[in-house]
């Protein structure tokens, strides 16, 4: 692998980006050309190391995307959907890995069509184990056939504000994929489940990174497909991952399984 010199952080100061920039620290295949924080933040201007408990790394938080972007030759997006909509209207071709979520349908239309001319991975998940478990699940899905009812269980920390997560989302989108299966669009269901119908439970509580289970149901068993995140590390860890596979990337938009497929 080719070394990656720079690589970019967005939303620097929340759980990922922190963990984020301690992860880049550490890796012999890139250094860290810029942290960006939200207009106005008034760490902006002080050394990054200050910022995860680190020696200072001579670099400063920045509130200005267009020096952000000048900089570097990859950027890692954990912010919010207003904030990587700006990311993407003010870049001209800089790769992006991108693992924000709770966009909107018109705002991932926004993204496709940025992808025309930009190399970007959009992911709920950077997690190569659940990369691996959609691919698994759909092969479930397609075996069992909608004799069997789905359904996706997720369990976030507490002031995770999306629901259900994208990631149970993006595993619902992947198995409604599958001839019988379809996404359950009520939120409210009273008599006899839908054949066929893909639904969701969500619980908020405590630290909790993030679980994820698939659960299918037969007449006389159920079989559980489980992943469990025990350290935030771990996405830090497949954003890398993802951001360093994107070099030389023709335009596209990409997803972690193309990531853990080449």
């Known amino acids: 692998m080719s070394k990656i010199n720079k690589i970019a952080i967005t939303g620097a100061t929340g759980r990922m980006g922190q963990r984020l920039i301690r992860e880049i620290s550490q890796s012999p295949h890139c ?36 020096h952000v972007l000048r900089v570097s030759d990859v950027v890692i997006d954990f912010s919010r959907p207003e904030a990587t909509l700006k990311l993407l209207k003010e870049n001209s071709g800089t790769p992006l890995m991108i693992g924000t979520s709770g966009f909107t349908q018109e705002q991932r239309e926004q993204i496709t069509q940025a992808a025309l001319s930009i190399p970007i991975v959009l992911t709920s998940n950077t997690s190569v184990g659940v990369a ?18 789905i359904d996706i269980f997720e369990m976030h920390h507490r002031g995770k504000v999306d629901a259900p997560s994208g990631t149970a989302i993006s595993l619902g989108q992947s198995l ?5 299966f379809h996404l359950n669009d009520h939120t409210d269901r009273s008599g006899p489940r839908e054949k066929g119908a ?7 509580g405590g630290g909790v990174p993030g679980d994820h289970s698939v659960i299918y149901a037969g007449e006389k068993e159920v079989l559980t497909l489980s992943h469990r995140a025990l350290d935030r590390s771990l996405f830090a860890q497949g954003a890398l991952r993802a951001a360093l596979w994107l070099q030389d990337k023709e335009p596209g938009l990409y997803s972690m399984e193309d990531v853990i497929g080449s």
């Open 198 to 204: 893909i639904e969701f439970a969500v619980a908020r």
């Open 31 to 66: 250094e860290l050309s810029a942290a960006l924080v939200r207009p106005g933040n008034p760490l902006a201007g002080q050394d990054v190391g200050s910022l995860v408990d680190l020696p200072p790394f001579g670099l400063e938080l920045s509130d200005d995307i267009s």
């Open 132 to 149: 691996v478990m959609k691919k698994v699940c759909k092969e479930m899905a397609q075996a069992f056939g909608a004799d069997y009812d």
């Open 176 to 180: 409604a994929q599958v001839p019988g």
